[in-house]
């Protein structure tokens, strides 16, 4: 997207505004899928936790993705989404049997973590087909805070399990028709993700009757210019070769699975802020936007990087910026940051904000969540709009319990 078009969403919608670019959105879903293209049978389920807002659940439909879900309020989006219940898998953690059940009615893949669930699923609904998520102890993401294939990780049965699961299917003759695992995000080293693989396809071999393997995701995208990602054309060819054999020794054409969330949505997205104030401390230059961590948290919690760019002055003489939000909190986006000359008023474009950023939004200070726009067929669409004070209050229950009490005259 331009900025003059970046510039009309903020004029037009206001500001802050989250904005994402359907076309780009589309791009990396032809990448991936083409990377994979000597599959015989390939299926996507986007994450719905990265942006769950339904234009974008409709636009992955749309494109032949599943979903890939993590509760049941999840499975329900996708569902009124216009998705297929047999398109969407639910793979939660940490959630209640009755949970797990009411998805399953649904009709929907269901995909457990933990032995003690699946020995409960097991023994009461041995015929509803059952994904297992194997921990396979390898910690492929960059990032600490997001990889979650760890051995000190909460995610997923430990492969030194796989004994105890096989007892498990067994003695409930439960059906097992996939194997999944997810290892993390930012996956940069190929080989070790490879590696990771070795051990999913060592683990499906002990079933028999399985429909398809879920190598999750994780994929490296780039924060900025000249930034490295995952080579997913190399990834492609590799593990293709790989899982076409494998398919060959087990007797069956399984689907290969992923579950992309960040790879199909990040580099979409734009978080649009206009400038409040220009602070100049003892050492600090502050630029102080109309938002906060309560919008855009990433930075604050992941250490994540994000571009940013003052689009109302693109071409002005560059200057060191710290950027800052209007949280009563230290809520600090970027720390002496390279940025053109910004003046009060000016509006601020967060690039790679698409994935995680508007769906972990809160109401913190009691500031109302921004609007969302899709840009699709070089038009702005709206598909969210901005709250009001009314949505800040309708949940809550206005009871009036301390009124002063009169005394009845004596």
Known sequence: MENANLLAIAKEFGSPVYVYDSEKIVSQYERLTGAFKQVKHVKLNYAVKALSNLAILKLMNSLGAGLDTVSIQEVQLGLHAGVEPSNIIFTPNGVSLEEIEKVSKMGVQINIDNLSILEQFGTKHPDIPVCIRINPHVMAGGNSKISVGHIDSKFGISIHQIPHILRIVENTGMNINGIHMHTGSDILDIDVFLYASEILFETARNFKNLDFIDFGSGFKVPYKTGDIETNIEEFGKKLTKRFNDFCKQYG?????????????????????????????????????????????????????????????????????????GYICETDTFATNRRITEITEGDILAF??????????????????????????????????????FEDLTKNQVDVDLFSKVTEPAS
């Open 351 to 388: 690039k790679n904000a698409g994935a995680y950023c508007f769906s972990m939004a809160s109401n913190y200070n009691s500031r109302f969540r921004p609007a969302e726009v899709l840009w699709h067929n070089h038009k702005a669409h709206l598909i969210r709009n901005h709250e009001t």
């Open 252 to 324: 069956k054409e399984l689907t290969l699975g992923f579950e992309p969330g960040k790879f199909l949505v990040s580099e979409a997205g734009y978080f649009l802020a206009k400038v409040n104030v220009v602070k100049q401390t003892t050492s600090t230059v502050f630029a102080g936007i109309d938002s906060g961590f309560n919008h855009l948290i990433r930075p604050m919690f992941y250490d994540s990087y994000h571009e940013i760019v003052n689009i109302s002055n693109p071409k002005g003489r560059e200057r060191f910026y710290s950027i800052v």
